[in-house]
C-alpha cells in the first residue's frame, strides 16, 4: 500500500514551486525576470509597505524605515517613485523615514523634509535640520522688507525644484555666473595644479551676479567651503586707473557681502575699496567659509573674458591694437572672438581688449570653446581664479 505523509511544510514547499508571479502589461504576462533590478526593487518596496499598512497597531508607535530606495534605479524611476512614496504616506498618515544618496529623491522631497548628516571635521559629523532653516533666515533677516523676506524663503524652494539639491551632498561648493565660467572651471579642474579639488565631490551651481547673496545662508547652515566666482562689473566707460579706482560695481553681491562688514551699509563701496578689502584678506567672510573671488588691482579688467584675453595674450586692459594686429592674434591663437569695424573715415582703427570682448559679447561661449579646445585654458587662467581655486583646495 501507498501511505501518504503531507505536512504544510510540504505543501508550502509545493506552492512555492509551481507558482509564478506573472506582470501583465496591455495584454502580455511577463515574468518575474523579464524586468531589471530597478523594477524588483519598486515592486519589493511596494509590497512591503502594503503589508505594513495591515500590521500597524494604533496603540503604537509605528515608522516605517527605507534604506536607499534608489538602488539600482534610474533618476527618472528614483523622481517618479518619490512622488508615490509621499503621496502613499500623506494617503495614509503615517510616520517614515528615507536614507538617501540620490538628488533626485532630495530635490522632490523639498526643504522641509530634509535632515542633513555631513562631516564638519576628519572625525565629527553633524546633523542639520532644513525645516528649521525658514526660521532661521527669518531671524536674520530683521532689517529687511517683508516683500524681500518673501522673495528669499521662496528662493530656496525654488533652487530645490531645479535640481540644485545636490548641494547637501556636496564636500565643497562654487557658484558661477554663466555658461562660460562653467566650461572653464570644470575645464581647469582637469589640470594637474587643481587634482587636489576632483577628490571631492564639488556642487557647481550657476547664479547672477545679483543671487548669488542669497545662498549665504543655506551655506552657512550647512557649513559648506564654498568660493563664489563673479566678475567687478565696474563702469565700462572708465577708461583709465582713477576713473575705475572712483567708480562703482553693478555686481549685488560683492556689494552686499562689502556691506556685511562695513561701518556704513547704505553706501556702495568704491572699486578702490573693494580692491582694499581683498588685499586685506577680507574677501574670506563667515569665518572663512565663504571667499568671493573677482578680479584684482593687478588686472584691472571687468569681465572674466577680459582677464583671460589679458593674460593670454600678455597686453593690459588699455592697451590699444590695430584691427589688422587683432586678426592675425585671432589667427595666431586660433580664438574665436569679433572684432569691431574700422570706424568711419579710419582705415586702419584700433582697438582695446574691451572693445573685443563687447564686440564678442553675443558670442562668449564660443571664445570659450576656442580656449578650451586649443589647450590655452591654464595659459588664460586669471590670477584671481586661481587663487581661489586653490582657497578651495585647503
Given at each position: 500500500m501507498l501511505e501518504m505523509d503531507?505536512?504544510?511544510?510540504?505543501?508550502?514547499?509545493?506552492?512555492?514551486?509551481?507558482?509564478?508571479?506573472?506582470?501583465?502589461?496591455?495584454g502580455f504576462l511577463l515574468n518575474e525576470s523579464s524586468q531589471g533590478l530597478g523594477?524588483?526593487?519598486?515592486?519589493?518596496?511596494?509590497?512591503?509597505?502594503?503589508?505594513?499598512?495591515k500590521t500597524i497597531d494604533p496603540l503604537k508607535v509605528n515608522i516605517f524605515f527605507i534604506e536607499e530606495p534608489e538602488s539600482h534605479m534610474h533618476p527618472q524611476m528614483q523622481n517618479v517613485f518619490i512622488r508615490y512614496l509621499t503621496n502613499f504616506y500623506k494617503e495614509n498618515n503615517l510616520q517614515g523615514l528615507?536614507?538617501?544618496?540620490?538628488?533626485?529623491?532630495?530635490?522632490?522631497v523639498g526643504l522641509n523634509n530634509l535632515r542633513v548628516i555631513r562631516q564638519t571635521s576628519k572625525f565629527k559629523s553633524e546633523l542639520f535640520d532644513l525645516s528649521t532653516f525658514r526660521v532661521t533666515i527669518k531671524g536674520k533677516q530683521e532689517n529687511i522688507d517683508d516683500e524681500t523676506k518673501c522673495?528669499?524663503?521662496?528662493?530656496?524652494?525654488?533652487?530645490?525644484?531645479?535640481?540644485?539639491s545636490e548641494i547637501v551632498f556636496a564636500d565643497k561648493v562654487v557658484l558661477y555666473e554663466g555658461d562660460t565660467e562653467r566650461l572653464f572651471i570644470r575645464k581647469l579642474l582637469t589640470l594637474d595644479e587643481f587634482k587636489p579639488l576632483r577628490d571631492n565631490y564639488i556642487a557647481f551651481i550657476q547664479v547672477g551676479g545679483d543671487y548669488a547673496y542669497n545662498y549665504k545662508y543655506l551655506i552657512e547652515c550647512l557649513?559648506?567651503?564654498?568660493?563664489?566666482?563673479?566678475?567687478l562689473d565696474y563702469d565700462k566707460s572708465a577708461s583709465d586707473v582713477t576713473a575705475i579706482l572712483?567708480?562703482?560695481?553693478?555686481?549685488?553681491?560683492?556689494?552686499?557681502?562689502?556691506?556685511?562688514?562695513?561701518?556704513?551699509?547704505?553706501?556702495?563701496?568704491?572699486?578702490?575699496?573693494?580692491?582694499?578689502?581683498?588685499?586685506?584678506?577680507?574677501?574670506?567672510?563667515?569665518?572663512?567659509?565663504?571667499?568671493?573671488?573677482y578680479q584684482d588691482r593687478a588686472e584691472l579688467s571687468r569681465t572674466l573674458e577680459e582677464s583671460m584675453l589679458m593674460k593670454l595674450l600678455?597686453?593690459?586692459?588699455?592697451?590699444?591694437?590695430?584691427?589688422?594686429?587683432?586678426?592675425?592674434?585671432?589667427?595666431?591663437?586660433n580664438l574665436r572672438f569679433s572684432i569691431p569695424n574700422n570706424l568711419p573715415g579710419d582705415s586702419e582703427s584700433e582697438f582695446t581688449i574691451r572693445n573685443i570682448i563687447n564686440s564678442t559679447s553675443n558670442n562668449k561661449v564660443d571664445f570659450m570653446y576656442s580656449v578650451i579646445l586649443n589647450e590655452r585654458a591654464e595659459d588664460a587662467l586669471p590670477l584671481y581664479i586661481k587663487e581661489g581655486l586653490l582657497w578651495l583646495m585647503k
Open positions: 503531507v505536512s504544510e511544510e510540504d505543501i508550502d514547499e509545493f506552492m512555492k514551486k509551481i507558482t509564478r508571479a506573472k506582470y501583465e502589461i496591455e523594477f524588483s526593487n519598486l515592486i519589493y518596496l511596494h509590497m512591503q509597505l502594503e503589508e505594513y499598512l528615507i536614507t538617501t544618496h540620490s538628488n533626485e529623491i532630495a530635490k522632490s522673495i528669499l524663503e521662496n528662493f530656496f524652494d525654488w533652487f530645490f525644484e531645479i535640481g540644485y557649513k559648506i567651503k564654498t568660493l563664489i566666482i563673479t566678475d572712483n567708480s562703482e560695481s553693478t555686481n549685488s553681491t560683492i556689494n552686499k557681502f562689502y556691506k556685511d562688514e562695513a561701518d556704513n551699509k547704505h553706501i556702495n563701496p568704491t572699486i578702490k575699496d573693494l580692491y582694499d578689502w581683498k588685499e586685506a584678506d577680507k574677501n574670506k567672510v563667515l569665518n572663512n567659509l565663504i571667499c568671493i573671488s600678455s597686453i593690459d586692459i588699455f592697451a590699444k591694437l590695430k584691427r589688422s594686429e587683432w586678426k592675425k592674434k585671432r589667427q595666431d591663437f
